[in-house]
């Protein structure tokens, strides 16, 4: 069955957090200010209800605040329960054998402070002094692409790709299954899940990279904590402005590094006092919720019904995404040619990919002239590639013992009886008194026959 890759938003994986690391994540007020930000609009507002109260409030006047049809107590329930799940609000007891809604102490004192005003800035601002190097928002860009297309371009085998990303990625890249060893080359090869992670939009990959990342880091032992803080203060930063390294914790500075590889954050030098956030960094925490793709870069394949791919584009990135299920025969400047065939399908479907997953990736990077096409992909293409997939399946290997030398044709009946009622009988051929049982009933079969020789 093909694994399907799943990408949860910012609420949805802190809710599978433990409540220590969350009771020590809401010690920082950009946490804070994250997780009320990304909360339904529901829970918002019950928060808002019982922020100020010095007392929790009786569940069975929280109970009022949903209309008694089952639509209205159904929100009701989801948001009190998303509330409780990421420890926000807790359920206290109350005198009388009661109980009360009330907002956690941390969650609730830092929260105060961000609508009231007061406290410390959690950011550095920049580095003092004017800054020889400043980078614009352009560069800033650049950057970013720059260095997040070195992974996917490492994603999907470009020569040369390999020594452009750190030891740290591809172990991310292998600890979240994206890709896999393969007997006919000696670096790894995009997996099934590695080829849904190039179809998912620009912001979402970066996302789900992350949250790979942190799951790796989680399962070294270290703490979480420095690396989620760092994330939540970068969704709050402007894009295009420097800020210090300063203040900074050995785990947060350390944390930023790897954020420098995978092109979230821009520092000239390791020894710069100055970083600036990139869009991948601003935008990372809204990745989850599945927008639109930040690239902005419109469809560029086209598709022939005599199964040619005319690709406008020069990217190293989106030629090497074709060829792993395309053959290509021309390159032109700006334009590339390829034409899909059964071998280039069969090799495809060799390193895990799936049929309806190339024809989602041609129709999710159709260029705007075949959009107007009904239906989109041609028939005659889609089908065949189905059938090509279909090959694949006429045979199923499984290990077996063969039975012969049957002395008699009453023994081999005994024996392939006996065989079919366990379940374990593969095939068998009583004109010649051959059979063939799966590897796991053979011992059971063997001691029967055993016991019929033997009387």
């Given at each position: 069955?093909?694994?399907?890759?799943?990408?949860?938003?910012?609420?949805?994986?802190?809710?599978?957090?433990?409540?220590?690391?969350?009771?020590?994540?809401?010690?920082?007020?950009?946490?804070?200010?994250?997780?009320?930000?990304?909360?339904?609009?529901?829970?918002?507002?019950?928060?808002?209800?019982?922020?100020?109260?010095?007392?929790?409030?009786?569940?069975?006047?929280?109970?009022?605040?949903?209309k008694?049809?089952?639509?209205?107590?159904?929100a009701?329930?989801?948001?009190?329960?998303?509330?409780?799940?990421?420890?926000?609000?807790?359920?206290?007891?109350?005198?009388?054998?009661?109980?009360?809604m009330?907002?956690?102490?941390?969650?609730?004192?830092?929260?105060?402070?961000?609508?009231?005003?007061?406290?410390?800035?959690?950011?550095?601002?920049?580095?003092?002094?004017?800054?020889?190097?400043?980078?614009?928002?352009?560069?800033?860009?650049?950057?970013?692409d720059?260095?997040?297309?070195?992974?996917?371009?490492?994603?999907?085998?470009?020569?040369?790709?390999a020594?452009?990303?750190?030891?740290?990625?591809?172990?991310?890249?292998?600890?979240?299954?994206?890709?896999?060893?393969?007997?006919?080359?000696?670096?790894?090869?995009?997996?099934?899940?590695?080829?849904?992670?190039?179809?998912?939009?620009?912001?979402?990959?970066?996302?789900?990279?992350?949250?790979?990342?942190?799951?790796?880091?989680?399962?070294?032992?270290?703490?979480?904590?420095?690396?989620?803080?760092?994330?939540?203060?970068?969704?709050?930063?402007?894009?295009?402005?420097?800020y210090?390294?300063?203040?900074?914790?050995?785990p947060q500075?350390?944390?930023?590094?790897?954020?420098?590889?995978?092109?979230?954050?821009?520092?000239?030098?390791?020894?710069?006092?100055r970083?600036?956030?990139?869009?991948?960094?601003?935008?990372?925490?809204?990745?989850?919720?599945?927008?639109?793709?930040?690239?902005?870069?419109?469809?560029?394949?086209?598709?022939?019904?005599?199964?040619?791919?005319?690709?406008?584009?020069?990217?190293?990135?989106?030629?090497?995404?074709?060829?792993?299920?395309?053959?290509?025969?021309?390159?032109?400047?700006?334009m590339?040619?390829?034409?899909?065939?059964?071998?280039?399908?069969?090799?495809?479907?060799?390193?895990?990919?799936?049929?309806e997953?190339?024809?989602?990736?041609?129709?999710?990077?159709?260029?705007?002239?075949?959009?107007?096409?009904?239906?989109?992909?041609?028939?005659?293409?889609?089908?065949?590639?189905?059938?090509?997939?279909?090959?694949?399946?006429?045979?199923?290997?499984?290990?077996?013992?063969?039975?012969?030398?049957?002395?008699?044709?009453?023994?081999?009946?005994?024996?392939?009886?006996?065989?079919?009622?366990?379940?374990?009988?593969?095939?068998?051929?009583?004109a010649?008194?051959?059979?063939?049982?799966?590897?796991?009933?053979?011992?059971?079969?063997?001691?029967?026959?055993?016991?019929?020789?033997?009387?």
């Open positions: 069955m093909e694994a399907k890759l799943t990408c949860r938003d910012l609420l949805t994986y802190l809710q599978e957090l433990p409540a220590a690391v969350l009771s020590n994540l809401y010690q920082h007020s950009a946490a804070c200010l994250a997780v009320f930000r990304e909360l339904p609009e529901l829970s918002r507002q019950y928060i808002m209800r019982v922020l100020f109260l010095e007392q929790p409030l009786p569940l069975n006047m929280v109970s009022t605040w949903a008694p049809n089952p639509e209205s107590q159904s009701h329930q989801k948001a009190l329960s998303i509330l409780q799940n990421l420890r926000v609000s807790e359920v206290l007891p109350l005198a009388g054998g009661q109980q009360g009330s907002t956690s102490p941390v969650f609730k004192t830092n929260l105060k402070v961000l609508i009231c005003g007061g406290g410390t800035s959690w950011v550095v601002p920049g580095h003092v002094g004017e800054d020889k190097h400043t980078r614009d928002m352009e560069f800033l860009e650049t950057y970013a720059k260095q997040w297309e070195a992974i996917l371009n490492f994603l999907v085998g470009v020569k040369h790709s020594s452009e990303v750190s030891q740290e990625i591809v172990q991310v890249l292998q600890h979240a299954g994206l890709v896999c060893s393969s007997d006919q080359s000696q670096h790894p090869v995009i997996s099934n899940l590695g080829f849904q992670f190039l179809l998912m939009d620009r912001s979402a990959q970066v996302w789900y990279f992350i949250l790979q990342y942190l799951a790796m880091i989680q399962a070294r032992g270290l703490d979480l904590i420095p690396c989620l803080h760092c994330i939540f203060q970068l969704s709050f930063m402007v894009l295009g402005k420097d210090s390294t300063e203040g900074m914790t050995p500075f350390e944390f930023m590094q790897n954020l420098r590889q995978f092109g979230l954050v821009y520092q000239r030098k390791r020894s710069s006092k970083y600036y956030p990139t869009k991948l960094a601003i935008n990372l925490v809204a990745g989850g919720r599945g927008n639109e793709d930040s690239s902005g870069k419109r469809g560029y394949i086209v598709l022939e019904t005599n199964y040619r791919v005319v690709a406008y584009t020069d990217s190293q990135l989106q030629i090497a995404t074709l060829a792993l299920f395309c053959q290509l025969q021309y390159r032109f400047p700006n590339v040619v390829g034409i899909i065939t059964r071998e280039s399908i069969h090799q495809a479907l060799m390193n895990g990919l799936t049929g997953q190339i024809l989602s990736f041609l129709r999710i990077h159709a260029h705007p002239q075949m959009k107007k096409n009904r239906p989109l992909i041609p028939p005659t293409v889609s089908d065949q590639i189905r059938l090509w997939e279909r090959e694949r399946d006429r045979l199923e290997f499984g290990e077996g013992v063969l039975y012969s030398d049957f002395y008699s044709a009453r023994d081999f009946e005994t024996v392939e009886t006996y065989a079919k009622d366990l379940g374990v009988l593969l095939w068998s051929n009583t010649k008194r051959l059979m063939v049982v799966t590897s796991g009933g053979h011992d059971e079969v063997r001691r029967f026959w055993r016991r019929q020789k033997s009387s």
